[in-house]
């Protein structure tokens, strides 16, 4: 059983997720198989014990059904249903992660049962909660366009043509969601260019270049963005692309949720190392200030660890700027959040060049 993808996937779950993943299962509007609670409650048990044992179907089945005879096409029924289970219990927490998510479906639900008392105020709880994200990039405006999509169709059962219902702003949105997911990817495929021999179709892209050209979007950061990293793909040679990447950061970089922030940055990095790289001691200074911002804002780490390669990058380019104080002070403050089994090869490493580069 250890081998199972159900098993393993357990496995990946804390105690709290443990136990919320059982009360999800002991709802009755979820599960009404309790052989499926117990055999949940058999597999985390294991699961947490690290136990070495393996764990046999037979076994797992006498503890379910201790009067009848093992039923392998009845084991594998409840391993894939408490496996679907487990999927529904997933979704469900993205799900209701975002009260927006809630709000924009609700608005659904009341039209279909055409709750008239419920119009308005389902759309100003929806409107409210999408308002509230703590990131207004590109999932914002698409939480803003579902939003009015649902109240576009909701005003139109009352069949009303001669009012003025909420096309633009359903539209605004839809254009400004549309524009940066459409950049974004296309940023992230000329990125794959140097990893990956494959020439990819980027459809109407040369027209959202121009569209954003000639109506700027100034209300909309997140177009900008990625409409500048584009640029800096395309148009390499004109380095204000990327001073104009670094001011839209300085002043909005905060509308990101950390995935998409460290695509930007990382976008930022690539282009100075290209200039690095053709000789520009401008762009290393550059190169390091992008370094800086990526640690004041905690963007460096993941799952609380910093990776060696970006630890000896940030050492590699404050030495050839002459840092050596602020060198020290990096080593000694970000040493701690190297991983464990490579901590104390890197701290070593580090310092030597530090002290050897000081005496040269």
Excluded at 18 to 42: C, G, H, I, M, W
Excluded at 83 to 104: H, R, S, W
Aim: charged share 30%; with cysteine; hydrophobic share 40%.
């Amino acid at each position: 059983m250890q081998n199972s993808k159900l098993y393993s996937i357990l496995g990946k779950f804390d105690k709290y997720e443990q136990n919320r993943l059982r009360k999800f299962l002991t709802s009755p509007y979820f599960n009404r198989n309790e052989a499926l609670v117990l055999l949940f409650d058999l597999l985390v048990a294991h699961n947490n014990e690290k136990a070495s044992t393996e764990l046999e179907k037979a076994m797992l089945w006498e503890k379910l059904y201790p009067r009848e005879s093992y039923d392998d096409v009845l084991f594998r029924k409840n391993c894939s249903d408490l496996l679907k289970l487990v999927e529904d219990f997933l979704a469900q927490q993205v799900f209701e992660a975002n009260p927006a998510n809630q709000a924009i479906f609700l608005i659904e639900a009341v039209a279909q049962k055409k709750l008239e008392k419920l119009y308005n105020t389902t759309i100003k709880t929806a409107r409210r909660h999408v308002e509230q994200q703590s990131h207004k990039s590109v999932g914002y405006y698409h939480l803003q366009y579902l939003a009015e999509k649902n109240y576009f169709l909701l005003l139109d059962l009352e069949h009303d043509r001669t009012s003025k219902k909420n096309e633009e702003e359903m539209l605004a949105n839809l254009d400004r969601f549309y524009l940066s997911e459409k950049l974004r990817f296309a940023c992230h495929a000329l990125s794959q260019k140097k990893l990956v021999s494959h020439e990819y179709e980027l459809l109407l892209i040369d027209e959202i270049v121009e569209t954003v050209k000639k109506n700027g979007f100034e209300d909309a950061p997140a177009v900008l963005v990625y409409y500048q990293i584009y640029l800096t793909y395309i148009d390499a040679d004109n380095v204000e692309h990327y001073y104009n990447l670094m001011k839209l950061m300085e002043k909005d970089g905060d509308i990101f949720p950390k995935s998409e922030a460290e695509f930007i940055y990382e976008a930022a990095l690539n282009y100075c190392i290209k200039k690095v790289n053709q000789g520009s001691h401008q762009f290393l200074e550059e190169y390091f200030n992008v370094f800086v911002i990526l640690l004041e804002k905690e963007l460096l780490l993941t799952d609380g660890e910093l990776s060696p390669w970006h630890f000896r990058n940030i050492v590699v380019a404050a030495l050839r700027l002459g840092k050596f104080e602020w060198t020290e002070n990096f080593i000694s403050r970000y040493k701690k959040y190297l991983p464990d089994a490579m901590r104390e090869n890197a701290v070593s490493y580090n310092t030597a060049q530090l002290f050897f580069t000081k005496k040269v």
